[in-house]
């Protein structure tokens, strides 16, 4: 089955910097590739997402990169605030044919910015 | 239009009791996927119901049994809790050929 790596598992940043978090998957069937927020006490929330069929997307300040040959994908905050601070989800999953969508998830990566 | 609604919010219960979990979805889906999240993990799947069907099932136990309603709503089931069952369960929603998948508030479950 597919398994997701995320790293970093913790990282602080200054607000105002820019925050990167890493994910690597192992299915090369998993074309859909998701990142949510969750913060405390709060249900997940989707933020960005991207599909096997796009090396990029771009939502204001988030970023997600895809690179399929590699297997891994990016999420990209810039001019991180306060309330950017959250825990933060990438999952896999492989939607089509006979494939219905369940997510795998990485562990997860606490993000604090500080004011 | 509400979102993903679950119900109870908190819940506590002894070893080798059952407890049900509800779930309605979003206004419009008609799939429902349930999660587990242990506490400082990320969300482990259990299974999806579709056309009142489980669909899909992930690496967990027959005690944890499901059932989805003609109004699209579910439930789940777990029979002889176990302490390791504690955790947030999460309900999430999507359109049959849509990937984006939006989740409920979760319930919290006690097992002591």
């Known amino acids: 089955g597919e398994n997701v790596e995320q790293h970093p598992s913790t990282l602080s940043v200054q607000e105002g910097d820019s925050a990167v978090i890493k994910c690597t998957y192992s299915d090369s069937a998993s074309n859909y590739f998701p990142w949510y927020k969750q913060e405390l006490g709060k249900r997940p929330q989707l933020i960005i997402d991207i599909r096997s069929n796009v090396g990029e997307k771009k939502d204001q300040r988030i970023a997600v990169t895809l690179n399929k040959t590699a297997k891994h994908f990016s999420l990209h905050i810039t001019e991180t605030q306060p309330e950017d601070s959250a825990v933060y989800f990438c999952?896999?999953?492989?939607?089509?044919?006979?494939?219905?969508?369940?997510?795998?998830f990485g562990q997860g990566t606490i993000l604090t910015v500080h004011p | 239009d509400a979102g993903v609604t679950q119900s109870p919010t908190h819940l506590i219960k002894t070893r080798g009791q059952q407890v049900t979990l509800r779930c309605s979805p979003k206004s419009g889906h008609d799939t429902v996927s349930w999660y587990q999240q242990a506490l400082g993990q990320g969300p482990q799947f259990i299974f999806q119901y579709y056309e009142e069907e489980e669909r899909q099932r992930g690496n967990f136990p027959d005690r944890f049994s499901g059932h989805q309603f003609p109004n699209y709503s579910s439930e789940l089931n777990v029979n002889a809790l176990l302490l390791g069952d504690s955790a947030l369960y999460l309900c999430a929603s999507n359109e049959l050929h849509s990937y984006e998948q939006y989740f409920g508030p979760g319930t919290r479950l006690t097992v002591t």
């Open positions: 999952a896999a999953s492989e939607r089509g044919g006979t494939s219905y969508g369940k997510l795998t």
